[in-house]
T-cell receptor, first 117, second 116 residues
Framework: DTEVTQTPKHLVMGMTNKKSLKCEQHMGHRAMYWYKQKAKKPPELMFVYSYEKLSINESVPSRFSPECPNSSLLNLHLHALQPEDSALYLC????????????????FGEGSRLTVL | AQSVTQLDSHVSVSEGTPVLLRCNYSSSYSPSLFWYVQHPNKGLQLLLKYTSAATLVKGINGFEAEFKKSETSFHLTKPSAHMSDAAEYFCVVSDQGGGSQGNLIFGKGTKLSVKP
């Protein structure tokens, strides 16, 4: 199994809603990532989890709240979002988060397309 | 500091003709370099990677890239374009062995169009 699975594929929410994006991988990877991608732009790193602990938060607003319940799952909780948060949210995983074992190759999911009204 | 520059934002080729997508990088360490492809409304898929082994790297779908340290380049090529190659391509650099979790630098992307 070499897949990263993201649900839902599409999500429309109002600015007062609370929703969650989910990501799952069964490759035994110990690092998981959330990226945000706006149209015609490269992905922008949001969060990195290493061995289920948050290791990088790229100054993301608190209306985005990540959670890593176990080594296979990664969630992104959404609350009080703004229309400018509309984007494709990509989850990725890599074999190891440490420099020695990680050549940087990431495995990406297909993304969750979020629209905030 | 690391950086990566994709020299063309848009490349258009005819089906059956060669593809060249250009990428230059800057890195303080021995870099790992990658090309990822993203088809419309899809996630990113790794095409190929360079990690200080052979300088000519072969990837999936007939793509290859050559690491040229003297030119700080990692251009992506394919001898004959197929309609299914139409997509966005990202050149990515990572510092190898530098505690590189999450430390990937993406180029701005090159959109490849393939004409029938």
């Amino acid at each position: 199994d070499t897949e990263v699975t993201q649900t839902p594929k599409h999500l429309v929410m109002g600015m007062t809603n609370k929703k969650s994006l989910k990501c799952e991988q069964h490759m035994g990877h110990r690092a998981m990532y959330w990226y945000k991608q706006k149209a015609k732009k490269p992905p922008e790193l949001m969060f990195v989890y290493s061995y289920e602990k948050l290791s990088i938060n790229e100054s993301v607003p608190s209306r985005f709240s990540p959670e890593c319940p176990n080594s296979s799952l990664l969630n992104l909780h959404l609350h009080a979002l703004q229309p400018e948060d509309s984007a494709l949210y990509l989850c990725a995983s890599s074999l190891s988060p440490d420099g020695g074992g990680n050549t940087g190759e990431l495995f990406f999911g297909e993304g969750s397309r979020l629209t905030v009204l | 500091a690391q950086s990566v520059t994709q020299l063309d934002s848009h490349v258009s080729v005819s089906e059956g003709t060669p593809v060249l997508l250009r990428c230059n990088y800057s890195s303080s360490y021995s870099p790992s370099l990658f090309w990822y492809v993203q088809h419309p409304n899809k996630g990113l898929q790794l095409l190929l990677k360079y990690t200080s082994a052979a300088t000519l790297v072969k990837g999936i779908n007939g793509f290859e890239a050559e690491f040229k340290k003297s030119e700080t380049s990692f251009h992506l090529t394919k001898p004959s374009a197929h309609m299914s190659d139409a997509a966005e391509y990202f050149c990515v650099v990572s510092d190898q062995g530098g505690g590189s979790q999450g430390n990937l630098i993406f180029g701005k992307g090159t959109k490849l169009s393939v004409k029938p």
